[in-house]
């Protein structure tokens, strides 16, 4: 149990990197000491971070966790961000909504649509690679491959017009700042003006896309789908920019890996597994709070608290990934949980990964001699953001 004591000398986050492609040696030495431990989160205050395989993927699942909090105002929090930062939703019908809103969005994911999408994917990434090829040399892969994919693809999902990209990104960009609350509040305000106006064109102008869909569909309101379909637009592209900008970093930076997947591409998908399982971690992970007391691991957590299930160190948990800080394309790692799991599982994860294996199916036979034109050591994280990603992905061929 943990003492008074202990708390002056708490851990806290984020946790310094030594290497982009290593988990922070401040997790990793928590991680030999425990499934979860007692830290201080950015902003200052307590929480608990899991960092157990079994045990981030059982809570994950757990009923007595949840997003929202009964007095949120004095909850503790993990950053600024308005979405992210703290507690989510009313603690009262948290369950309901929660159905609610998968039950909206789930149709528009079936593996059926999914499936029907990846033609179009694997188009839309030839034609970025036809661009990259007649760039001139070195060119930044952040900017010519990871951002322009998904948001190409979510605009299409959605109906969003793809002239719109450098205002939503912007807003999007602002939601997710974990430091300045008031940025995050403004970028929120103007997202969500930015749906209700589109939900108005599409009610006008319906078109073969998400939000039309949304809007035939009875007993949803123009707000509420203004917010999911913005919910949508946020969640469906930024962490998909991260894990293609992370997973060309991994395969820049392991050759011999690049060159077994060129030889036999039916690897591509097993890779893509071990892509999003990899990357190295800062600490944090998805955040709940407990709706009753807890024992986790002989440890008590009391009802209120903020329990952060960190998935990145759950992903590099040795007991359940051996030598986790290897890349391994041929390691069993679709078991990874950088999608999370149970009934908040990521709706997304089936178009993440078409957009992920299009990309990688690609690149690999149509730029054999690519190569990072910058050290590896030179590489800088967007910090300051919910979703950290490489800021930029300088290569040569
Ligand atoms: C590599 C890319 C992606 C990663 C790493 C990722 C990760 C996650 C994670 C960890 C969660 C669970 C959060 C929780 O338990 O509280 C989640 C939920 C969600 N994701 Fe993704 N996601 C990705 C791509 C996408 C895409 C492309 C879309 C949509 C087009 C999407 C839509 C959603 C939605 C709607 C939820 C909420 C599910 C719920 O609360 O029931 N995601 N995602």
């Not at 205002?167 to 930015?194: I, N, Q």
């Not at 591509?268 to 407990?290: N, W």
Request: aromatic content about 6%; hydrophobic content about 40%; some cysteine.
């Amino acid at each position: 149990m943990y003492e008074e004591a202990d708390v002056t000398a708490l851990a806290q986050l984020p946790f310094e990197q030594a290497s982009l492609l290593e988990p922070a040696p401040r997790l990793r030495a928590l991680q030999a000491q425990g499934p979860i431990h007692k830290i201080r989160t950015a902003t200052g205050d307590q929480a608990w971070l899991v960092t157990g395989y079994e045990q981030v993927r059982r809570l994950l699942a757990d009923p007595r966790l949840g997003r929202s909090h009964p007095d949120p105002c004095s909850a503790a929090r993990t950053g600024e961000s308005v979405l992210f930062g703290g507690p989510l939703g009313s603690y009262e019908t948290e369950d309901a909504d929660h159905a609610r809103m998968r039950s909206l969005l789930q149709p528009h994911f079936t593996p059926g649509r999914m499936r029907a999408l990846r033609p179009r994917v694997d188009a839309l990434t030839n034609g970025l690679l036809d661009k990259l090829d007649r760039h001139d040399r070195p060119a930044d892969l952040v900017e010519a491959v990871a951002v322009p994919l998904p948001v190409l693809v979510i605009c299409e999902l959605l109906g969003v017009p793809y002239q719109d990209r450098s205002r939503f990104r912007a807003w999007t960009r602002d939601v997710a700042d974990v430091r300045d609350r008031a940025r995050s509040e403004r970028g929120l305000a103007d997202l969500f003006g930015y749906g209700r106006q589109l939900v108005a064109r599409k009610r006008e102008h319906p078109g073969d896309d998400v939000i039309s869909r949304l809007c035939a569909t009875g007993g949803a309101d123009d707000d509420e789908i203004a917010m999911l379909s913005m919910f949508l637009l946020f969640a469906g592209h930024e962490t998909t920019v991260v894990a293609i900008g992370m997973g060309a970093l991994m395969l820049l930076t392991n050759p011999r890996q690049r060159q077994a997947l060129r030889d036999d591409p039916g690897m591509i998908p097993a890779a893509v597994e071990e892509m999003l399982r990899a990357p190295g971690t800062g600490g944090g992970g998805i955040p709940r709070y407990a709706r009753a007391d807890l024992l986790i691991s002989g440890v008590r957590v009391r009802a209120g608290d903020l329990v952060l299930l960190d998935n990145g160190a759950a992903n590099h948990d040795a007991t359940m990934f051996p030598e986790p800080d290897r890349f391994d394309i041929t390691r069993q790692a679709a078991s990874h949980l950088t999608f999370g799991h149970g009934p908040r599982y990521c709706i997304g994860a089936p178009l993440a990964r078409i957009e992920l294996q299009a990309v990688f199916s690609q690149l690999i036979p149509r730029f054999p001699g690519m190569r990072l034109a910058v050290p590896a050591e030179h590489l800088t994280l967007n910090t300051g953001m919910l979703t950290a990603g490489l800021a930029r992905l300088p290569v040569t061929w």
